[in-house]
Nanobody, 119 residues
Framework: QVQFVESGGGLVQPGGSLRLSCVAS????????MGWYRQAPGKQHELVAT???????NYADSVKGRFTISRDNAKNTVYLQMNSLKPEDTAVYYC?????????????WGQGTQVTVSS
């Protein structure tokens, strides 16, 4: 069974930076598009960024120019570098695969990592 383990969240002031990591177990990692999602209180999961096996990336308009997604296939790990953080970035962040057919995740969610942006 595939599992995702996210880490790197925390409390940061507006304008600060964090780097999230997600380790995926199993053989699912390499062929799949990987994505970072987030869920703010009372809201549904929102896709933040994706990266395919070759390193091509896409971003939600709300994070474009501030966040950078990357992956290390040898380590089954996907990263999210978050700069110039804003209070509206506060959410639990999750990684998962992303399907171009369903435009959404394909596996169960991990525990996520909390990001809180506040002064």
């Amino acid at each position: 069974q595939v599992q995702f383990v996210e880490s790197g969240g925390g409390l940061v002031q507006p304008g600060g930076s964090l780097r999230l990591s997600c380790v995926a177990s199993g053989s699912i990692f390499r062929p799949y598009v990987m994505g970072w999602y987030r869920q703010a209180p009372g809201k549904q999961h929102e896709l933040v960024a994706t990266v395919n096996g070759g390193g091509s990336t896409n971003y939600a308009d709300s994070v474009k120019g501030r966040f950078t997604i990357s992956r290390d296939n040898a380590k089954n790990t996907v990263y999210l570098q978050m700069n110039s953080l804003k209070p509206e970035d506060t959410a639990v962040y999750y990684c998962n695969t992303w399907s171009p057919l369903t435009q959404g995740p394909q596996r169960s969610w991990g525990q996520g990592t909390q990001v809180t942006v506040s002064s």
